[in-house]
């Protein structure tokens, strides 16, 4: 019997092939940067670097945004990034926001996980949203920037030709090929990157057996939005499903099939009904439904050994392949982009030295590390490698039910965000240790309400409301206002271009609004950064912090930037 | 006895995966007999003991030709 599909509820723009007109002569338009790939690592590199002012090039080899299920969930730190770069309100008003999930063993709820979230949180800690929306969303905020962002559909990489200043690119689109030089290549092309190859680079690590189903479906259910797993359920005995609503009714199912199946038969629509069919029948959902989508998966966990390699860096899959389970894939491209995205403008634009680029190979290697450790755990338990996890697996979810302080074993470890500890740019580390609450050097900050001043306006916001595409000094300072309000770190040796904010903020409410930029309305703040007047943070424009002082002075926070952005050698190579 | 932070845990439990991987199918049941006897030798207190071996056999059914 026919299956009958239903189309995703979501309407896909195709996009005409875009041909440049070709200049005069035998040299190529040169560009300070191109990106290979428009998907959201892509995207959001381009509209990173378009918010630092540097004009882009962004290529893509399809005629529109992706198809089928990828990408599903976003994390409260990737949110916070692209509010950054403007595409926030597209996210929340389509995503579902969750905070926690279940697991069941057999018929049994064997744990009720929760994220971290609080009263101080402006963002939920995941959202469910399809990479299709992800994409759309990205690609809105990059066609409302065409004045730095070149956005070129149907337009493939067939030829790359690495050099000391950059790369020629060879370039086919469905009216011919063309030449562009770049004197910097951003690979965002996935996970089976042509830019790796051509560079005869290859991922390293471990790939597992262990195979998944992916299907959505559509189906109309109240049910809430949370993560379900069911352990050897009933519906499907001695396997795994992973269960996520998904916006406009669509259900996303992961089913993991049994070493003896055979995959291309297991995907067979004839095969995917029935189970899918059961498992609705399990969960107590009648209403009609419909299959979108079916796919398999396999859990990588692999990486480049450097994203670094001379004019040409690498980010989200193409430089790393994360398992699934955890949803670190497209969070950690994310990453990687606003990762790249300040440090690429700084050196593009003279503010930095190349080796601020190195520091981005070295920190989102680290980070790939820590993802992969995490994801391949998760993988271990969701997809177990060898009969003995498989083994220890029952006997912790049969415990399960009994015993709480073994259930932190199912647990999921869900992404959250990442601290570079180790990274060459942080500073003042002495200094750093004085300070006994608040993120550390390389953390992301803590988020926490506090009432903002603009010109004409106060109003009740975030600390992250304070970050832009530049770095960010808060000085916590006293309400009564005194000579030591003023930190001059703009006039600082060596940075004087260099973009950057001082953001005063203060304890409570001054007598003059003016006198600050922000004040700690709820009395959490201060405390929760051990912070005192004259206590000064450096935030990147990351959003990671650079440095910290419980008192300092702006020479000193001034040399803190001098120090990440290589001022000292730029100067001597310029 | 201080419970395992269930980071240590996580990490005791990964390595004891690894290792009963490596010493192979045949020898998992010795492998974690052996375990079960070092636990219950570091029990604290006979009571922990036998809580132990209750606690693990609980929710499994007896076999049929077991002897009462």
């Known amino acids: 019997m026919q299956t009958e599909f239903a189309p995703y509820p979501f309407t896909t723009i195709h996009h005409a092939a875009t041909v440049p007109r070709t200049g005069a002569g035998d040299v190529p338009p040169r560009h300070p940067v191109v990106i290979v790939g428009a998907g959201p690592v892509g995207y959001c590199s381009a509209l990173g670097l378009a918010s630092h002012g540097v004009p882009v090039v962004l290529i893509e080899a399809d005629d529109s945004v992706c198809f089928g299920s990828r990408a599903i969930c976003i994390s409260r730190r990737s949110l916070e990034i692209v509010e950054r770069l403007g595409a926030l309100q597209s996210f929340l008003r389509i995503g579902l926001p969750w905070t926690g999930g279940r697991s069941f063993y057999r018929d049994t709820e064997v744990l009720h996980f929760t994220m ?71 690979a965002a092309d996935g996970g089976r990157s042509f830019v790796r190859d051509a560079l005869g680079l290859k991922l390293q690590g471990t790939s597992y057996e262990g195979r998944y189903v992916i299907v959505d479906i559509l189906l109309d259910s109240a049910r809430p939005t949370e993560r379900l797993a069911y352990f050897d359920p009933p519906c499907n005995p001695g396997s795994t499903v992973l269960v996520h609503k998904q916006p406009s009714n669509v259900w996303r199912i992961d089913y993991q099939l049994r070493d003896d199946e055979d995959p291309d038969a297991a995907i067979e629509p004839a ?99 820590e993802n992969l450790r995490h994801g391949t755990k998760s993988t271990e338990f969701m997809a177990p490698p060898s009969f003995a996890f498989d083994l220890m697996r029952r006997a912790v979810l049969g415990l399960a039910v009994a015993h709480p302080e073994v259930r932190s074993l199912i647990n999921p470890r869900q992404t959250s965000a990442i601290t570079y500890a ?85 304890p409570g409410a001054p007598r003059d609004a003016a006198s600050v930029d922000a004040w700690d309305h709820s009395g959490r703040l201060f405390p929760m950064y051990d912070a005192a007047p004259g206590t000064v943070y450096l935030v990147r424009p990351d959003g990671h912090v650079l440095a910290r002082w419980k008192d300092a002075d702006a020479a000193t926070v001034a040399a803190a930037i001098g120090h990440a952005l290589g001022a000292d050698d730029s100067r001597k190579t310029a | 006895m201080t419970p395992l932070a269930p980071a240590d845990l996580d990490d005791a439990y990964t390595r004891l995966c690894h290792t009963m991987t490596q010493l192979g199918e045949v020898q998992a049941t010795i492998f974690l007999a052996r375990l079960a006897v070092l636990a219950l030798a570091r029990a604290d207190g006979a009571d922990a003991a036998r809580r132990l071996i209750d606690d693990a056999a609980s929710d499994l059914a007896p076999a049929d030709n077991a002897a009462q």
């Not at chain 1, 955890?326 to 995205?341: C, H, K, P, T, Y």
């Not at chain 1, 580390?429 to 603009?454: Q, R």
């Not at chain 1, 530049?470 to 006039?491: C, I, K, P, W, Y």
């Open chain 1, 116 to 186: 971290p979230t609080d009263e101080n949180q402006k963002l939920p800690p995941m959202i469910n949203l399809a990479q299709y929306s992800i994409e759309q969303s990205l690609l809105d905020a990059v066609e409302a920037r065409p004045d730095l962002i070149d956005m070129r559909w149907q337009t493939r990489v067939v030829a790359i030709e690495a050099r000391d200043d950059g790369a020629r690119l060879r370039l086919a689109t469905p009216s011919g090929e063309y030449l562009l030089d770049a004197d910097w290549l951003v």
């Open chain 1, 271 to 369: 095969n995917v009904m029935p189970r899918v069919e059961s498992l609705l029948a399990m969960m107590g959902e009648t209403a009609a439904w419909k299959p979108i989508w079916m796919g398999i998966y396999k859990a990588n966990a692999l990486t480049l050994e450097r994203y670094r390699h001379g004019r040409v860096l690498f980010a989200g899959d193409a430089a790393h392949l994360v398992p699934i389970f955890g949803v670190r894939g497209a969070n950690s491209g994310i990453d990687d982009a606003d990762n790249l995205a300040w440090k690429l403008a700084f050196v593009v634009q003279g503010l930095a030295s190349e080796r601020l680029l190195d520091s981005y190979s070295d920190e989102r290697v680290a980070a790939a590390h």
């Open chain 1, 422 to 506: 180790d990274s060459s740019l942080n500073a003042a580390l002495d200094a750093s240790a004085a300070v006994a609450a608040g993120p550390v050097p390389g953390g992301v900050l803590f988020e926490c309400p506090l009432t903002i001043v603009n010109a004409d306006s106060v109003r009740e916001g975030h600390l992250t409301d304070l970050l832009g595409p530049r770095f960010t000094v808060l000085h916590f300072v006293s309400t009564v206002e005194n000579a030591r309000q003023s930190l001059d770190v703009a006039g600082g040796d060596g940075i004087e271009r260099v973009p950057l904010r001082i953001v005063r903020i203060a």
